[in-house]
C-alpha cells in the first residue's frame, strides 16, 4: 500500500515554475508529522528543500528560500512544492518524506521515516 | 552555513565491522540520523536519534554521537548491506546531509 506518491510533470522548461504533489495515504496529514521535501541529482547526494507542519508553519533551505514555496491541503491530504525560475542545476529525482518524533518534538528532533519513491524531474528546453 | 562531512567510500570485508563516520561543528549537540539508500531505491531510515533504531533494522546497525563526530557502525557486515550512507542533522531548523558514503563489502 503506497503512502507517499510524489505526481507532476517530468519535464520542466528552463525559467519556468517546477510543481509536485505529494499525496499521503494511510495516514492524517493533521497528525503530529512534519512533511518534507528532499532531492537528489543524478550521482548525488540529498538536499532537503524544505518542510512544512500542517498548521502551515513552513521550514526552507536558506539556498533555496527565494525560489521555494511549500504547503498543505488537508482537505486532499496532500502537500506541495513550487520551485520557481528553474534551471538546469533543479534536474534531480524529488522525494516526499515524513518527519517522525515524539508527539510535540520540534523539527530539529525529527528524522525521516517514511519516503516516496521519487520523481524525476528534468530541467530541459 | 553547517555542513556534515562523511568519506566519500568505506570498504569491508563481510562479516567484519564497518564503520562510517559523520563530522560537524559541535555535532554532538544534535541528533544525528543515518540513511541507507540502496541503487534506484528510495532512502531508507536505519538510526534515529542518535543511536535508536527502527523497527525492522537489523541489530548488526548501531549508532553514536559525541563531540564532532557520528559514527554509523554495522557489525557483521552483510553483502546485503552495500550502499550509500548518508547521515543528516538540524541545524537552526535546516536540513543538513551529509555527502554520504558508498560502502563497498568485498
Partial sequence: ?125 | SYDLTQPPSVSVSPGQTATITCSGHKLGDKYACWYQQKPGQSPVLVIYQDTKRPSGIPERFSGSNSGNTATLTISGTQAMDEADYYCQAWDNSTGIFGGGTKLTVL
Avoid: M
Avoid at chain 1, 537528489?40 to 514555496?69: D, F
Fill in chain 1, 1 to 125: 500500500q503506497v503512502q507517499l506518491q510524489e505526481s507532476g510533470p517530468g519535464l520542466v522548461k528552463p525559467s519556468e515554475t517546477l510543481s509536485l504533489i505529494c499525496t499521503v495515504s494511510v495516514y492524517s496529514i493533521r497528525s503530529d508529522y512534519y512533511w518534507g521535501w528532499i532531492r537528489q541529482p543524478p550521482g548525488k547526494g540529498l538536499e532537503w528543500i524544505a518542510s512544512v507542519y500542517h498548521s502551515g508553519s513552513t521550514y526552507y533551505n536558506p539556498s533555496l528560500k527565494s525560489r521555494v514555496t511549500v504547503s498543505v491541503d488537508t482537505s486532499k491530504n496532500q502537500f506541495s512544492l513550487k520551485l520557481s525560475s528553474v534551471t538546469a542545476a533543479d534536474t534531480a529525482v524529488y522525494y516526499c518524506a515524513r518527519s517522525n518524533g515524539v508527539y510535540g518534538d520540534q523539527i530539529s528532533d525529527r528524522y525521516f521515516d517514511l519516503w516516496g519513491r521519487g520523481t524525476l524531474v528534468t530541467v530541459s528546453s
